[in-house]
């Protein structure tokens, strides 16, 4: 295959994942996590194809491989086509014609899945991380074609299902259950749900047929229902009403509270803020109204709540005291504290309760005394067991101590802050969390590079502790995280340069990290390190070349360090580990570029491969095996010629 064939092809494939990645809006919560299952699978393909597209030509036959990609463009054809099927159809469609639909599904997961495994890898100059990361996506796609459509709610299919059969049924139940599990909930979810049946009529020729016309009467019956229980329908949903405003009821000078204030359910002040299980928080009423009508997930993020308990966000209960006290309106009422207690299963003793919302009342205080003391005495209680973690991240600790990272000029509060987070980031649940609802990888990544020493060094501990959850390492690298962990590494303590060490080593796992690494400067610090054995840091080091050297970007920078004779001198007389990564450092630059070949013959490789192929660890006898093949492979390319390896070295 020609190399710019090649390239074409390599780059359609990752603009067909990215577009299939791009369909939004997939109707009906069950269908959400089908394609979003998919479109997350298929996204860590891109690594695998970008590689493709930046390896150098091969002299291989490539006709295996020209056939498997092709077809695993056709599957991604198909895969984008019905994922935007499922994000334009009618919602009331996707649920009767559930068990279609997951045919579609489960069709267009076998073709991917096909392909992928008829892909010729050992054609490919791929990295062993990336060909596991493509076995991972295999596995994945052949549970979920085991495991079919497995999600649904049947209780919505059943009351769909009698609305649907006859028109006389107008149980209110039913009907409300219905409008708000398809969010049929305001003019526009109505409008657009009509829009999208009428567009299935225009498409089937103009003649859709008695189940069309059926579901236009569920439709219709939903949108009476609606309109009936909700007469001033506009674009709220029902249930809820408008905020405040300054002349509401007659009441002149009352301001509208802020949206943070405001439950996301009523719209109005929040009397009782409680936090639920997905780390949203709501008045403690409307969601006890919620759950007791049978819902199992999060109003306003559609996640399935892990428990129904609720726990009292004593933070934003004191920030709203506050501003109704600067506005001149009385304080809410709220629940005793038994009743509080009672409501949160993971809540401390009564006493310590009580410590904990002091110290969030501290947090928002303007005195530097108070949250500087604060946030010590919440570093060390997140340290000594996850009962404390849970405890204080529900009361609503992170945000406040998210702030303080940037907000606070006391350097030994904001040490103390980002020491909390990440003795709060143990807790495997608040790791999510803490990046994605809290936002807090911006403040860390200030700490990082403002901080002392020590708050630099448990900032870099806190990436790395966030970075164990796979989307968390995509967040942390495009938030410029990366650049200052390099700085660390090169130039913080011992204990700085091994937390800012694991941290890129964990970023690095993903593709797209390896080239940010590479650009803010890491081949160098880590060739440094490597002539330092007194740093204590070669085992680091080695290991993260060999991540880094998989990437396009890392095999010439590292290539043009001059790595391969320190390669072949880790490779004759380092510790096992350290030789094993010094031969895939060695495997990924010879076979990018045959003069590292013949370089690392000519410094007498051949002979240490030999004994670490028979007598290495099971890592190192596979890269063993790999550069004696390359080393195979070019001599034989070489005999055509009259040269092998040894006469290529007498001309160097």
Avoid at 115 to 144: K, M
Wanted: glycine share 6%; hydrophobic share 35%; net charge negative.
């Amino acid at each position: 295959m020609a190399k710019s064939e090649k390239v074409e092809l390599a780059q359609t494939l990752i603009e067909s994942v990215n577009e299939i990645a791009s369909v939004s809006d997939h109707r009906t919560p069950a269908m959400k996590k089908h394609c979003g299952n998919l479109s997350r699978r298929l996204k860590l393909l891109i690594p695998m194809f970008e590689e493709i597209r930046d390896s150098k030509e091969s002299s291989d036959p490539e006709e295996l491989v020209t056939k498997a990609l092709f077809s695993l463009k056709e599957s991604l054809a198909q895969a984008k086509d019905l994922l935007t099927f499922v994000s334009q159809v009618s919602k009331i469609y996707l649920v009767l014609e559930r068990d279609q639909v997951m045919l579609k599904f489960q069709k267009v997961t076998s073709l991917l899945e096909q392909a992928l495994s008829e892909i010729p890898y050992e054609n490919l100059e791929i990295s062993d991380e990336l060909q596991e990361q493509v076995e991972l996506v295999l596995i994945q796609l052949r549970r979920a074609i085991g495991k079919g459509g497995d999600t649904h709610d049947d209780e919505l299919h059943k009351d769909l299902q009698s609305l649907y059969v006859s028109y006389d049924v107008t149980d209110s139940d039913i009907l409300r259950r219905v409008a708000e599990k398809l969010q049929l909930m305001t003019i526009t979810d109505l409008t657009q749900e009509s829009l999208a049946l009428l567009e299935m009529v225009s498409s089937s020729g103009g003649d859709p047929g008695e189940s069309f016309e059926k579901m236009m009467m569920v439709l219709k019956k939903i949108k009476d229902f609606v309109q009936t229980n909700n007469p001033n329908l506009d674009q709220a949903p029902m249930g809820q009403k408008p905020p405040l405003s300054k002349s509401q009821d007659g009441k002149q000078n009352i301001p509208i509270p802020p949206e943070d204030f405001r439950c996301p359910i009523s719209l109005e002040l929040m009397n009782d803020p409680v936090i639920v299980s997905s780390g949203q928080t709501y008045d403690r009423d409307c969601i006890k109204k919620w759950l007791e009508g049978g819902h199992s997930t999060c109003p306003k993020t559609q996640e399935t709540l892990t428990s129904d308990t609720v726990t009292p966000n004593y933070a934003l209960r004191s920030l709203i005291d506050q501003w109704c006290e600067s506005n001149g309106i009385e304080p809410p009422k709220r629940h005793n504290k038994s009743s509080q207690a009672s409501s949160s299963s993971s809540l401390l003793p009564t006493d310590e309760q009580n410590k904990i919302e002091q110290l969030l009342r501290k947090l928002t205080s303007q005195l530097p005394e108070d949250q500087r003391s604060a946030t010590e005495e919440i570093r060390l209680l997140a340290k000594q067991n996850n009962h404390n973690r849970v405890a204080i991240a529900a009361s609503g600790a992170i945000p406040l101590l998210v702030n303080l990272l940037t907000a606070s000029d006391d350097s030994r509060t904001q040490e103390h802050a980002v020491t909390s987070i990440l003795n709060l980031s143990i807790y495997q649940e608040n790791k999510g969390r803490i990046v994605s609802t809290f936002g807090a990888v911006p403040g860390i990544v200030h700490v990082l590079q403002k901080g002392t020493m020590e708050a630099r060094e448990n900032a870099a501990a806190t990436l790395f502790s966030l970075s164990v959850i796979d989307e968390n390492k995509v967040t942390i690298g495009a938030s410029g995280a990366i650049p200052p962990l390099v700085t660390l590494l090169s130039e913080g303590s011992r204990r700085g340069k091994k937390d800012a060490a694991t941290a890129l080593f964990n970023l690095c796992i993903f593709q797209g990290n390896k080239g940010k690494a590479v650009r803010a400067g890491l081949v160098p610090v880590l060739m440094r390190l490597l002539r330092e054995p007194e740093s204590g840091m070669v085992d680091e080091a080695l290991a993260m070349l060999a991540i880094v050297s998989s990437h396009p970007e890392g095999k010439i920078v590292v290539g043009t360090a001059n790595a391969v004779a320190v390669m072949v001198d880790y490779v004759r007389s380092g510790s096992p580990r350290n030789k094993e990564n010094a031969a895939a450092v060695l495997v990924h630059l010879c076979s990018w570029n045959q003069q590292h070949l013949i370089e690392a013959e000519k410094l007498g490789v051949m002979s240490l491969l030999i004994e670490m192929a028979e007598n290495g660890t099971d890592r190192g006898k596979r890269k063993a095996a790999q550069l004696l093949n390359r080393f195979s492979r070019f001599n034989d390319q070489q005999k055509q010629s009259g040269l092998v390896v040894e006469d290529q070295i007498s001309l160097i």
